[in-house]
């Protein structure tokens, strides 16, 4: 323990400054294109067709072709397929071409210049095959474009006895929910650096969330032990999911061009080729079937969730588990059944993005309650209650809550804060006979933290934490800074743990040479899951100085300094590992998809306010409230600054970001035209918490980076139905959409 005068003030809900914050103001952070670099550049030559067989590739006149190092499937030492989940997407395409920009061969030289050249002097020759370009005709099966029937994956979730609840209902309503592609638009594209040496292996620095990802990738491609891969993570600008597994591949091309040319090769995708390639938001549609008593309590839900995958399985079936967990939501239902499926297209493969999943069914769940409330004449917000999930009872799943719920009083909080019912009643009055129509909406909604059911369990995170030369504690992790705090909390909690300041704990950079496998940063795991294996290494390091009496019972910081250092000078290197452990009480059944889901969840109500212009049919947000039940607030400015960016992507994915696609291509890729809201564009974001610790976490907190992309959509379009007594069950609403529906 330390002694009470000498203790600092505990870092735990503290806005303490940020860890990178100072290289970054400075310029001093290495972004990947930043790192010194002598070498060639690469590039990539990609499909222009959704589906087909390559039949000849020519390269044309002018350019100097012996110069260059070309790359194709042939030249590929080890297995030409991304190690993933199915394993089915191939670093190059062989013989056949299943999305456009599907890669083909890759490009090196010196000369960036000439290389963009000699890209667009390499020509193809396709034998076209039918391409299979959305979810209804992937459905039908018409075309197979894989497997036997285009479904990479298929779930069915059950409880109670469906069938039985439609000859007790009193009102049955049904409802079709559509739900666009979405790209994350990150501000730094993708980018890799290379070098393959054949006594050294292979080692790669870039843009990324998860390097061990990378590295699973690597290992088979090159067909060499894991000792010989190694992956550094650089100074990453934003990540959101579309980090997550597509710089597998970029990692791979840049590898394959440095092993061909003997040298080090960058990659670094340009706006318009980082939009169109890489992976987006899953595209999905949603069918609600209701049954209900005449006083708005819940029978039974049938809903069928399908999701549109794109050209190659990536991460679908991991989205599509999240997104058929949540469907039911926060609410008590008896009777469930939901039938879910991630289905093949011959567009680019969709993958991971923040919410992963869930954005999509909790839009079309809110959206239909609302619909359920005016059929029935009753408030959207007594339809809720009385549906409302409590502890004790069980989820869609079969989970039992013991977290101390209370989505009533989130909701009362909720609409109280912002005079729902006062602005509501007010713009009744004032709609008819105005231009401008304003609405108020509101969403209830939870997101799971950690992965889902046994996926912790199997990953078995592990977390070092060590001594360095000067003495203070460095933090061993995968886990990756993106934008989002990472290193910050981390110290934090560690901090907290050994009783001293921030400043006393370091951050290793996410290297596989030295830091261990603690799992992506993907998932909402980051703080609940990794920082508790921080608090736990940091723990054990402060026990093993005491144990050992190198470290006095009370001391202060100097005397951790202290100690650390003799230790090291009389023991040599002192490093504490640990790995995740379940919590007792969770069980999760992988084949009938029933049990405990998430250790925990985050619990929220957001609340839009919308006017809706009848001229130009515009809409725009006026005030928005957030309010989330969290666990214990770590940092609050970074947790504030996590939910009004997630609202903020909410309100784009709402009202403006459209991917449009011609024959499997996005033909909008750049921010000339693909549209997303600008700072002039948002409302005041308001931030609310509860806390209620949840004592598997590290002091007590849950994971909140998903969470607020849940929630904005269908609020908003909850306010824009209010406002215009119109029923829109598609994002993105354009003014186009609007208009159609009102006029």
Request: aromatic share 8%.
């Amino acid at each position: 323990m330390i002694s009470p005068k000498e203790r600092p003030s505990s870092p735990i809900g503290q806005a303490v400054l940020r860890k990178e914050g100072p290289r970054k103001l400075t310029g001093q952070s290495k972004y990947v294109d930043d790192l010194p670099f002598t070498g060639l550049f690469g590039t990539t030559v990609r499909a222009s067709i959704p589906r087909g067989r390559i039949k000849q590739i020519t390269f044309g006149p002018g350019i100097p072709w012996e110069e260059f190092t070309i790359v194709t499937a042939k030249d590929i030492p080890g297995k030409n397929s991304v190690a993933l989940i199915l394993e089915d997407q191939p670093f190059l395409a062989d013989g056949v071409v299943n999305h456009p920009e599907e890669p083909i061969l890759l490009l090196a030289h010196a000369d960036k210049y000439l290389l963009e050249k000699a890209r667009r002097a390499v020509h193809i020759e396709y034998e076209k095959l039918e391409p299979v370009l959305n979810l209804e005709d992937s459905l039908g099966a018409k075309t197979v474009i894989w497997g036997k029937d285009n479904v990479f994956k298929s779930y069915l979730l059950e409880k109670g006895d469906i069938q039985s609840v439609w000859r007790q209902a009193d009102v049955i309503v049904e409802g079709v929910y559509h739900t666009g592609a979405q790209e994350q638009l990150y501000i730094e594209t993708n980018g890799m650096i290379a070098c393959a040496r054949p006594n050294e292996g292979v080692t790669v620095w870039g843009s990324m969330q998860c390097p061990y990802y990378v590295h699973k990738a690597l290992v088979p491609l090159f067909g060499l032990s894991e000792d010989q891969i190694r992956v550094i993570q650089t100074e990453t600008g934003g990540g959101f999911g579309g980090k997550e597994e597509y710089p597998s591949l970029i990692a791979g091309h840049a590898a394959l061009l440095a092993s061909k040319s003997g040298k080090m090769v960058k990659i670094i995708y340009d706006r318009a080729e980082d939009m169109v390639a890489t992976t987006k938001r899953h595209p999905s549609r949603t069918r609600h079937k209701t049954a209900l008593t005449r006083e708005g309590r819940i029978l039974g839900m049938e809903i069928e969730f399908l999701i549109d995958g794109g050209a190659y399985a990536t991460l679908s079936s991991v989205v599509l588990s999240r997104g058929t967990i949540h469907a039911a939501g926060p609410y008590h239902i008896e009777n469930v059944r939901i039938e879910a499926k991630a289905l093949a297209t011959n567009t680019p493969p969709q993958g991971a993005f923040r919410g992963f999943g869930a954005p999509q069914s909790i839009f079309a769940l809110e959206r239909h309650l609302d619909q359920i409330a005016k059929i029935l004449g009753l408030p959207p917000e007594e339809l809720r209650r009385r549906n409302f999930i409590k502890d004790g009872q069980k989820t869609a799943t079969g989970q039992h809550l013991r977290e101390g719920v209370d989505m009533e009083a989130l909701l009362n909080r909720a609409l109280t804060h912002t005079h729902y019912h006062e602005k509501q009643a007010q713009f009744l009055r004032t709609n008819p006979t105005s231009k401008i129509k304003r609405g108020m909406g509101f969403a209830c909604f939870m997101h799971g933290s950690g992965f889902t059911g046994s996926g912790e369990k199997y990953l078995a995170s592990k977390v070092g934490i060590q001594i360095s030369p000067e003495g203070r504690a460095q933090v061993l992790a995968a886990s990756t800074e993106i934008g989002q705090g990472t290193n910050t909390v981390f110290a934090q909690i560690a901090a907290e743990a050994l009783k001293v300041s921030p400043d006393f704990i370091e951050i290793f950079q996410p290297d596989t040479k030295h830091v261990p496998n603690s799992g992506p940063t993907v998932a909402s795991r980051t703080v609940m899951v990794v920082g508790k294996l921080v608090q736990s290494a940091a723990i054990a390091l402060r026990q093993t100085l005491q144990k050992d009496a190198f470290l006095p019972q009370v001391y202060t910081e100097e005397d951790l300094q202290r100690a650390c250092k003799k230790y090291l000078a009389e023991r040599g290197e002192l490093k504490i590992l640990v790995e995740y452990q379940p919590p007792a009480g969770i069980h999760w059944n992988d084949e009938t998809y029933q049990g405990d889901a998430y250790g925990a969840y985050a619990w929220a109500v957001y609340v839009a306010e919308v006017s809706v212009d009848t001229t130009t049919w515009e809409t725009t947000v006026e005030n928005f409230l957030a309010l989330q039940e969290v666990g214990r607030v770590i940092h609050p400015i970074l947790a504030a600054g996590q939910i009004e960016g997630g609202v903020a992507q909410g309100i784009g994915y709402a009202l403006f970001e459209k991917v449009r696609w011609q024959e499997g291509r996005m033909s909008n890729g750049s921010m000339t035209n693909y549209i997303m809201p600008t700072s002039s564009d948002l409302p005041p974001i308001e931030v609310l918490f509860e806390e209620i610790p949840y004592p598997h976490g590290p002091q007590g907190a849950k994971g909140i980076g998903e969470l607020p992309m849940d929630g904005p959509a269908p609020a908003i379009l909850n306010a824009v139905s209010q406002a215009t007594g119109r029923e829109i069950n598609a994002i993105p609403m354009l003014p186009e959409d609007l208009m159609k529906a009102c006029l």
